[in-house]
């Protein structure tokens, strides 16, 4: 089933948690809702399911206007952070939960919720804990007899609020391809919230990117990945350094330093952001002609890559990422002045930027 | 009140015992040991072994005589009668005022939560004596009452009413930090998985606040059962039809007729101990519910 969402503003007395947003989600897709807390996600997703009003704008749910629908008709599976289970139920009850509550008419017989219900945790994996109470079970246990509760109803749409956040980092990976596996079954139309932007790029068919109530970009995570729209697009989606400068028409000036770009759209001069990836810069030796002055702070060598971190001049920190051969090419040291010269910058002009942005963008930089 | 359970567990005070680093001398120890326990026997303990050997003086026969005595039996069918109203009031009034209080944002709200305490604050005669004057024969409504032939004061439903004052809160203070600790997910998880208003109370609300609301009304039921300064203004003490169960041992007593006042004393103290042994099951599956 689709999801339109049309206009959806929400005011929470002086913050606006969803500033006139449109959204469409096509049917059978899995979309994650993706920014950093308090960008408005969980509110969307919660207006879409019915639990939270909006001030303004309408919820299309398979074309139908949703808006003023109850909750308990809207036929939208939740899974919220918490799970909220309910904790004096065994398992099983908790997922024959949404067919008992039918009313007579539609409500089947309890030998078809017994068999609705095991084949539903046999399709989580966890058949064999239906006489236990949630307590008993761990956290990633508890999610997937949340999802499995979710869906007994055979809901129309799937919504789930960041539903890895509670959980360690291995069951959180284990998790995240599980529900990859198991939307590709049941292809319902899902929609998950989260804050962590490896999961988004990794579960999800097309990611939303939400910052402060508005949406930044809407795109497949390649897209999104590779093409930024947005400097906050940019700055979010993995670490990046960001100079401050003037584009002149060939090149980048910041402060006394010039760097090379190759952005033909810049005629004449202008303010802007140059953003480019830790492995999209060089790192060279300080008499070098071009290229922007740092001075190495440490230096990571685990892993496939090396991270150096380096102080700039006037307090700002640049990363970089290095593979083991250019490592080797390449005497570092901790306090060595050096310069660094991108391969690529993409540039976004300063004054599209309100104040508060710039302000985040120098906060994610320190 | 406190609306928490004690927790008995050893593991904290030994822990902090058994290590010398946070051990206190020995000294301190017995000192405050000592005290509590001499508090206790003296103020609380002495007194229940008076009431039963008093009762008990005059042998078994007249202990037993001071029920079955017509008075006896019909203050505790007024005592029992008003409790069997008041509580199960209290207990609809409780849950809803805790309902409205935490799941609902409404005007006045704090003035709902700060009136609730009002019974705890205020002195029971006070009480009496309100209900007096709006419901006596020269109170408010008392002309239309009189009119009507309806009697409030000096009769059952003017001792309901005291009753219902003095144990308002109980039921109401205890399920409000219980239902603010659960918070609403588990009632949005009901709804969105199509459950009505009812179903949700009756399947998911209810279950996790039984034991809590229990506690609530054992402690109603004995604050209804025992209260004696509100309901001995507006009663009238007439025998055999307004008396209560501790109006009774008042008159008992009065008319030096201690044996008898005694036996039904005890009768009372034997209620506060059921209750007590009551009370301290339902706080041990409460925590073994949130232990758990």
Redesign the interface.
């Known amino acids: 089933m689709s999801i339109n969402v049309k206009n959806i503003h929400k005011q929470f007395g002086e913050f606006t948690a969803l500033d006139d947003i449109s959204l469409d989600f096509p049917s059978g897709e899995l979309v994650a809702l993706l920014g950093p807390s308090g960008c408005g996600k969980t509110t969307l997703l919660r207006i879409i399911?019915g639990?939270e009003q909006a001030d303004q704008g309408d919820i299309i749910l398979d074309g139908e206007n949703a808006s003023n629908t109850h909750?308990?008709d809207r036929q939208?599976?939740?899974v919220?952070q918490?799970y909220?289970?309910?904790?004096?139920?065994t398992i099983f009850d908790n997922v024959a939960?949404?067919l008992r509550?039918?009313p007579k008419a539609q409500r089947p017989s309890e030998s078809k919720i017994r068999e609705k219900v095991f084949s539903l945790l046999q399709l989580v994996q966890l058949d064999w804990l239906a006489d236990r109470f949630p307590?008993q079970l761990s956290g990633g246990q508890r999610q997937r007899i949340a999802l499995a509760?979710?869906l007994?109803?055979e809901p129309r749409v799937l919504l789930l609020d960041e539903p890895f956040g509670a959980l360690d980092a291995k069951v959180r990976k284990e998790l995240r391809r599980w529900l990859r596996k198991l939307h590709d079954e049941l292809h319902i139309t899902s929609i998950f919230v989260t804050h962590d932007q490896e999961e988004a790029l990794e579960v999800a068919d097309r990611v939303v990117l939400m910052d402060h109530g508005k949406v930044e970009q809407v795109g497949t995570p390649e897209a999104v990945y590779n093409h930024p729209q947005t400097p906050f697009v940019y700055s979010f989606l993995g670490s990046v350094n960001v100079f401050h400068g003037r584009a002149e028409q060939e090149h980048l000036q910041v402060g006394n330093e010039q760097l090379r770009h190759h952005n033909d759209s810049y005629g004449h001069s202008k303010d802007v952001f140059a953003f480019a990836r830790p492995h999209e810069i060089k790192i060279v030796d300080n008499n070098h002609h071009e290229g922007v002055s740092a001075r190495i702070s440490r230096v990571l060598s685990f892993g496939i890559e090396t991270k150096v971190e380096l102080d700039g001049l006037n307090g700002t920190h640049y990363e970089v990422h290095l593979s083991q051969q250019q490592r080797q090419a390449q005497s570092l040291y901790i306090g060595q002045e050096v310069k660094l010269v991108p391969s690529a910058l993409a540039l976004f002009p300063r004054e599209l930027e309100t104040s508060a942005q710039a302000q985040r963008l120098s906060e994610q930089q320190g | 009140m406190s609306t928490l359970a004690i927790q008995t567990h050893p593991s904290q005070t030994t822990r902090f015992e058994k290590n010398a680093a946070t051990r206190e001398p020995n000294w301190v120890k017995y000192l405050l040991l000592g005290i509590s326990l001499s508090f206790f026997a003296l103020f609380l303990l002495l007194p229940l072994i008076a009431v039963f050997t008093e009762a008990l003086r005059k042998g078994l026969e007249t202990y037993w005589l001071a029920f079955t005595d017509a008075d006896a039996l019909s203050a505790i069918a007024l005592t029992l009668t008003a409790a069997l109203i008041s509580v199960p009031l209290n207990l609809v009034f409780g849950v809803a005022a805790a309902w409205a209080i935490t799941k609902f944002e409404f005007r006045g709200k704090q003035i709902l939560i700060t009136f609730i305490d009002l019974p705890f604050s205020i002195s029971p005669v006070i009480v009496g004596l309100s209900l007096v004057l709006v419901f006596g024969v020269h109170g408010w409504f008392g002309e239309w009452l009189v009119a009507n032939d309806v009697k409030v004061i000096f009769a059952l439903p003017g001792i309901v009413l005291a009753t219902i004052f003095v144990t308002f809160p109980f039921v109401a203070r205890e399920l409000i930090p219980l239902m603010q600790a659960q918070g609403k997910e588990e009632e949005e998880a009901a709804i969105v998985l199509g459950a009505k208003g009812w179903q949700t109370f009756w399947y998911v609300t209810l279950p996790n606040i039984k034991w809590g609301l229990l506690y609530g009304v054992i402690l109603c039921n004995a604050r209804a059962m025992g209260e004696f300064g509100a309901v001995s203004v507006v009663s009238g003490h007439i025998r055999g039809e307004t008396n209560t169960l501790p109006l009774h041992v008042e008159i008992l007593y009065n008319e030096y007729n201690f044996s008898a006042a005694f036996a039904v004393a005890s009768l009372l103290a034997l209620l506060a101990l059921l209750t007590l042994v009551i009370k301290s099951y339902v706080e041990h599956k409460i925590s073994k519910r949130t232990n758990g």
């Not at chain 1, 909220?84 to 139920?89: C, D, I, R, T």
């Open positions: 399911a639990l909750v308990r939208v599976g939740f919220f918490h909220a289970l309910f904790k004096h139920m939960f949404g509550m039918k307590a509760r979710a007994a109803v």
